[in-house]
């Protein structure tokens, strides 16, 4: 669905602008108004719509991009603050109106939707590419490299510290990961960084092929010629990882430091001897160590969704007040403009433009008083999620600390199961041996 994206963020602490091209209306809308992976969900704008739902502007998007050959008619950028880091409405509608004009979608309707969960707050905007004055898309050029300029100003502007892919010779860290690496990690329940970074340390600390072997079975990983006369590694579940790719090297530097994989065996035989070798008990003592982190983190679920709950109702709370306020006001401000013979002298003396000049003034400043309210709403209730995230981060680091032990048992296992094996079988091979020398006997 996206022909063409692009990630300016560099580490957790980055403001990370990721932009795309793309189609797909109902998807999107679907995607961006989803509270079940979201603590709150918020459409903070919708500009230049005839619709006032999502849903509704999207669809009108694609709509009058049938009139032109446009496939991909929106253009979507996500805008994360740093970590730690909690930005205001302002500051995302700042951001996105900087971005429009980096772009050159400067007055397009677009929609901006703020999304929070596990403590932070981010940020989606989707512009029409489709220039309705000429029905045309909006072409896009360069806007990598724009977007690549708005994350630097964006950082100078609120005085973060520059994360290294900023700066003038950037850096790359070897603890990088792609998506496809993150989806099969997830599967796993595994941090993909902690899998890269266990590949990089027992590449960094061997120097032979038996030296890799030995530091990755330490872990819970066996070596195997992958399909295409390659390395790749297999765990105890039989899924398979590239080393090249785990390990952020070259397939070249890989069979330079470790020659040719064919003295391994391969990933069919490979898998069927850890299939052979992990027993029920010790698939047993997996689903055991699963099932008590599910139950460990049973409260901090509750408890999350109790919190989440009280701030959407807190949230309703001030809105309704906010509403009620502000029509009280309208009808304050309405009021002090005259009707019938006295409105008419008001318009002939002036004293009407007077009137309406100051109501819109007060409107400006009864918003921003609404706008800093819920600012502060989402602040006092962040820290509130963060203590909670907080004691996920330290739940989760106990579980990834039992899941290494675990890991680490298992792979000790299964090198005492292949050792004993060996054993018998040269016992069996002498036992032989000294028969054929004492000839055949009869008892």
């Not at 600012?375 to 907080?390: I, N, Y």
Request: include cysteine; proline fraction near 3%.
């Amino acid at each position: 669905m996206d022909a063409r994206h692009f990630d300016a963020g560099f580490g957790d602490e980055a403001m990370i602008l990721k932009g795309s091209q793309r189609a797909g209306a109902s998807a999107l809308a679907d995607h961006l108004t989803n509270t079940r992976d979201n603590d709150h969900v918020n459409i903070l704008e919708l500009r230049g719509f005839v619709s006032d739902r999502l849903h509704g502007a999207l669809l009108e998007t694609h709509a009058i991009s049938k009139a032109t050959r446009c496939q991909q008619f929106m253009f979507s950028l996500s805008l994360n603050p740093p970590q730690n880091h909690i930005a205001s409405e302002q500051d995302f509608l700042t951001a996105a109106d900087r971005a429009e004009e980096h772009l050159g979608l400067t007055g397009q309707p677009r929609a901006v939707i703020l999304h929070e969960k596990e403590g932070r707050r981010h940020a989606h905007v989707v512009w029409s590419r489709i220039d309705p004055a000429h029905l045309r898309a909006i072409n896009l050029p360069h806007f990598k490299r724009k977007l690549m300029a708005l994350s630097k100003e964006l950082y100078l502007d609120h005085g973060w510290d520059l994360p290294d892919g900023l700066r003038t010779h950037g850096g790359k860290s070897p603890l990088n990961f792609t998506l496809a690496e993150w989806q099969q990690a997830k599967r796993l329940d595994l941090d993909p960084r902690e899998i890269k970074q266990l590949f990089r340390k027992a590449w960094d600390r061997s120097d032979s092929l038996k030296g890799l072997q030995n530091a990755l079975e330490e872990r819970g990983y066996f070596l195997a010629k992958g399909d295409r006369r390659g390395f790749v590694a297999l765990d105890i579940q039989c899924t398979v990882y590239s080393l090249p790719r785990w390990t952020g090297l070259k397939a070249k530097e890989v069979k330079e430091r470790l020659g040719s994989p064919d003295q391994l065996p391969s990933v069919s035989e490979r898998q069927a001897e850890i299939k052979g070798k992990v027993t029920d008990q010790m698939r047993g003592y997996i689903a055991q160590v699963k099932a008590k982190h599910r139950k460990d983190a049973e409260p901090l679920l509750q408890e999350k969704t109790d919190i989440i709950a009280q701030h959407r109702a807190e949230r309703q709370r001030l809105h309704s007040k906010q509403q009620k306020r502000w029509r009280a006001e309208a009808k304050a401000r309405s009021e002090r403009l005259n009707g019938g013979l006295r409105g008419l002298f008001d318009r002939f003396t002036g004293t009407a433009r007077k009137t309406r000049d100051q109501n819109a003034l007060e409107a400006y400043h009864c918003a921003k008083r609404d706008q800093a309210q819920r600012d502060q709403l989402v602040v006092d209730q962040m820290q509130d999620r963060r203590e909670l995230q907080q004691r996920f981060i330290q739940l989760r680091d106990v579980q990834k600390r039992e899941q290494a032990t675990l890991a680490r048992d298992i792979s000790a296992v299964l090198r005492m199961k292949s050792g004993y094996a060996q054993a018998m079988d040269q016992a069996r091979a002498q036992r032989m041996e000294r028969r054929r020398d004492r000839g055949f006997e009869i008892s």
